[in-house]
């Protein structure tokens, strides 16, 4: 069984920071490939980071350049560093982890930005 618990979120003014954190239960993580996608109301869910087991990582569009996926397999932890944020980067965070055909969701975390 896997759990993921995402921590970070909150409150902050464009322009801030954020980092957001998921441990991950299980002994597989550092075989697994991690992510971070988000949902903000009427959206869809989109991807937003993935790091691979072998670090490969890949960045949607509209953060590419102000966010940075990084993961600790010592501590089964991923991260996703956030900078520059804007309004639009408002939405739930959500950590997942990818094993196989299998995939498995955090319970999210919320970011809101707001001045």
């Known amino acids: 069984q896997v759990q993921l618990v995402e921590s970070g979120g909150g409150l902050v003014q464009p322009g801030g920071s954020l980092r957001l954190s998921c441990a991950a239960s299980?002994?597989?993580?550092?075989?697994?490939?991690m992510g971070w996608y988000r949902q903000a109301p009427g959206n869809q869910r989109e991807l937003v980071a993935q790091?691979?087991?072998?670090?490969?990582?890949y960045y949607a569009d509209s953060v590419k350049g102000r966010c940075t996926i990084s993961r600790d397999n010592a501590r089964n932890t991923v991260y996703l560093q956030m900078n520059s944020l804007k309004p639009e980067d408002t939405a739930v965070y959500y950590c997942t982890l990818r094993r196989g055909p299998s995939l498995y969701w955090g319970q999210g975390t919320q970011v809101t930005l707001s001045s």
């Open positions: 790091i691979t087991s072998g670090d490969t990582t």
């Open positions: 299980g002994s597989f993580f550092s075989v697994s490939v």
